[in-house]
């Protein structure tokens, strides 16, 4: 059976060269290991090799994790969809908020941020595609959310993330992160800087690349299939 190192060390090497046939630095992008539903020895096979960046949907699942992994220096990104009343303990002890779609999250958050820890890192969730019942502000919600956002003193805003609807071939998946690059740049010419794109799955990291992912958000390819239950 291949394991999380082999597959670790298979996807960087995929991600750089991707990266550099992009035209881009073969370390421009960085690796989130998505460990939901995962084990912590996964996690911490990972973490020996090197890994520092994980990736949690589900709250208290990542409490745990993060509770369990302590010492190993990880970087804890919440990647699932945040409801008003579990804020606080995320504040607390993740790194990363990737899925911010409502100004009150971002309120909740910037306040319940302990100084201490220095700001949150946030990205703003679009729903490119437009999709009914996805996660994620419409497009044209964005300079505002993003103005709001960058007001608020103890979170920093870093960038826009999506989770396109599934394509099936590399030219049909690089056009919503192509838009993402997009909103980006209207946002900068509006006075209003980032440095992240958090784009890409085990199925469509290549074509995120290739429109300007920083950060790739991994999980089947480098920890195998997700428990179901
Ligand atoms: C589960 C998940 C991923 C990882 O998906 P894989 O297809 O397993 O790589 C990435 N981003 C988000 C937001 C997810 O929920």
Redesign the pocket.
């Known amino acids: 059976m291949i394991g999380v190192t082999e597959n670790l060390a298979s996807i960087r090497d995929s991600v750089a060269f991707c990266a550099t046939e992009a035209g881009r630095q073969p370390d421009a992008v960085k690796l989130?290991a998505?460990s939901?539903k995962q084990p912590v020895s996964k996690i911490l096979d990972a973490a020996n090799a090197g890994q520092r960046d994980f990736?949690e949907?589900f709250v208290q699942e990542g409490l745990e994790k993060i509770a369990k992994t302590q010492g190993n220096n990880l970087i804890w990104h919440f990647?699932?969809h945040l409801q008003n009343n579990k804020t606080r303990v995320v504040a607390e002890n993740f790194d990363w908020v990737?899925?911010i779609d409502k100004l009150k999250t971002a309120e909740r958050l910037s306040k319940q941020r302990p100084e201490a820890l220095g700001p949150l890192n946030i990205c703003l969730q679009i729903n490119v595609d437009n999709e009914v019942d996805k996660s994620g502000i419409p497009i044209d919600s964005l300079p505002d959310l993003a103005a709001a956002c960058a007001e608020l003193p103890n979170i920093a805003l870093r960038g826009l993330?999506c989770?396109p609807a599934i394509r099936a071939e590399f030219d049909e998946q690089r056009l919503p992160f192509a838009r993402l690059r997009e909103l980006a740049g209207q946002l900068r010419d509006n006075g209003v800087m980032t440095d992240t794109l958090s784009m890409g799955?085990?199925?469509d990291?290549r074509a995120a690349i290739f429109e300007g992912a920083t950060v790739v958000?991994?999980?089947?390819?480098?920890?195998g299939e997700?428990n179901k239950s």
Request: avoid cysteine; glycine fraction near 18%.
């Open positions: 989130l998505v939901k990736g949907n990647i699932g990737h899925t993330m989770l799955m085990s199925g990291y958000r991994i999980g089947t390819a480098l920890f997700r």
